[in-house]
């Protein structure tokens, strides 16, 4: 039986195989082989072979279940047989092998079922804990995933519903609360999401829209304060796009935000101006402390009126467990800006007088791309032609359908890649976005891409996922990470339409 094998398991420390819908083993890792030892013969062997009697069920019954479940990895206790005939248990993580079909599946020997490790490991043996952890980190990044996926939907309605209620309308203000609630939750699913990836690549940020932090920051920052301060917010209309932590970059700028606050006293009142402006440079230059070497950033200034800092501190203000304020504050809030603005390749610049406030300026490598204006009115999002909307979540299906259709766009769905291809392939169909889920059972986005790109190499792809990245080397290749807003939606398809057309003219 001859197949042809692309994934490479020998990168993992615990026994793996690759196996087919009729169990045959068509990969086995090192760390599998020296535990089973002669049985398993690539292309030859079958599971059944390891798989002990004594267990509930054989190896062809818990493939079938596997394939018939719900998607995602499947944990089971497992009983197989070891070199020398040595019955040992495990708990077996089953899950469809990426980018190939669903009939194809990897078996993943994390730890045995006693916790005594695999063969002779104790449960202090680092290569033990280590298989704990990876088992950890499998399942925090489904949970992830699949979180992502009902944050989307929630978010998605929740803003299209804020865009069409009036200011007035009694709801509104839940609406904001759910929308918000949302958001924070979001920002959880990419810490868990971040924390269960392994490889560089996925770690690879998305570009964003600093706007819309700055936006939220300061209305977290005025409810949290109520009427003591004014705010004066000038948004750069269009704002270049960045690549951030947005969790990391929001700890950041709210922490400037409270020192601009706490620089007016506990009861004094005052202003505030906080603004976005994006800084093209011909040549490196300097502002302050900060060496700017990019030739374009994104500028977020924070300027109050308070009491401002001598010029004999200024040195010093970087330094952890340096402050010049009373008991609880320990020093690290501007430690902890400069380093997160450090990790994102920018620097925070300051400048000070005595009673005359205080200027903090974040800045941020920018991309070449701008992203929509934030006073851009939902009627300005709508569009024409037809769009693909690829995802094996029905909720999310609807909610595609739901938003585009309501601004114009006629939606076409698919459930999976093969679905979608064949709407390709119907020539009653002109297709003019396909918008994809990176994370599928069966055929992945990253194989639906190439699948694509085979029979068209004009139509435009808009990739969807919270946690995988399509290649950055990918033509006509856009990004949305989930979750997603319905204006960031609409946006990013209008956006990626518009760059399409305006590369057929010039091509």
Not at 54 to 72: H, I, V, W, Y
Not at 134 to 157: E, K, P, R, Y
Request: hydrophobic residues 40%; charged residues 20%; neutral net charge.
């Amino acid at each position: 039986m001859k197949a042809e094998v692309v994934l490479d398991l020998n990168h993992l420390s615990w026994p793996a195989l690759l196996v087919d819908e009729q169990g045959f083993i068509l990969q086995a890792n090192q760390a599998a082989q020296s535990i089973f030892g002669a049985p398993l013969t690539p292309g030859a062997s079958q599971l059944a072979t390891i798989w002990a009697g004594e267990n509930s069920m054989d190896a062809q019954t818990f493939l079938k279940r596997a394939r018939e479940g719900p998607t995602g990895p499947v944990l089971e206790p497992v009983k197989f047989r070891l070199v020398g005939g040595v019955l040992a248990n495990y708990l077996v993580a089953l899950c469809p092998a990426e980018s190939l079909d669903s009939r194809r599946w990897v078996v993943q020997l994390l730890a045995d079922k006693t916790g005594a490790g695999t063969t002779a490991q104790t449960a202090a043996d680092p290569a033990h804990l280590q298989q704990k952890l990876d088992c950890m980190l499998q399942l925090a990044q489904t949970v992830s995933l699949d979180f992502n996926n009902a944050l989307t939907g929630i978010l998605a309605h929740t803003s299209l519903l804020l865009g069409k209620a009036e200011a007035s309308h009694p709801w509104r203000t839940s609406l904001g609360e759910v929308q918000k609630s949302a958001a924070r939750a979001a920002e959880i699913a990419g810490d868990l999401a971040h924390f269960s990836r392994q490889d560089k690549k996925s770690r690879q940020i998305p570009a964003g829209n600093l706007n819309a932090v700055v936006t939220r920051c300061v209305g977290q920052a005025g409810k949290a304060k109520g009427p003591r301060f004014a705010w004066n917010l000038i948004l750069e209309k269009s704002l270049l796009e960045a690549r951030f932590d947005e969790p990391k970059m929001e700890q950041a700028l709210m922490k400037v935000l409270e020192n601009a606050m706490e620089s007016y006293g506990p009861i004094q009142s005052g202003s505030i101006v906080v603004q976005t402006r994006n800084v093209q440079l011909s040549q490196p230059s300097q502002d302050v402390n900060v060496r700017l070497n990019h030739p374009q950033y994104v500028c977020i200034e924070v300027l109050d009126e308070g009491e401002g800092m001598e010029a004999g501190i200024m040195p010093r203000i970087f330094e952890p467990f340096f402050t010049t304020k009373a008991a609880p504050h320990r020093g690290l809030g501007l430690a902890l800006v400069y380093g997160i603005l450090s990790n994102h390749g920018g620097g925070v610049a300051l400048s000070s007088q005595p009673g005359k406030g205080t200027s903090a300026r974040l800045y941020i490598p920018a991309e070449k791309t701008h992203v929509p204006d934030m006073a851009v009115t939902t009627d300005a999002l709508g569009g024409t032609g037809t769009v693909l909307v690829v995802d094996d979540e029905p909720l999310l299906l609807n909610m595609a359908q739901t938003i585009l259709g309501d601004f114009g766009y006629r939606v076409l769905t698919a459930g999976n890649g093969s679905a979608a291809l064949e709407l390709l392939r119907d020539p009653s169909h002109h297709i003019d976005l396909v918008i994809t889920d990176m994370v599928m059972p069966g055929m992945g986005g990253r194989e639906l891409m190439d699948r694509i790109r085979q029979m068209s190499q004009a139509v435009p792809i808009l990739c969807t996922s919270g946690h995988v990245f399509p290649p950055e080397s990918r033509p006509g290749t856009d990004y949305l990470a989930k979750p997603f807003t319905s204006v960031e939606l609409l946006s990013k398809v209008k956006n990626t339409l518009r760059r399409h057309k305006t590369s057929q003219e010039g091509s």
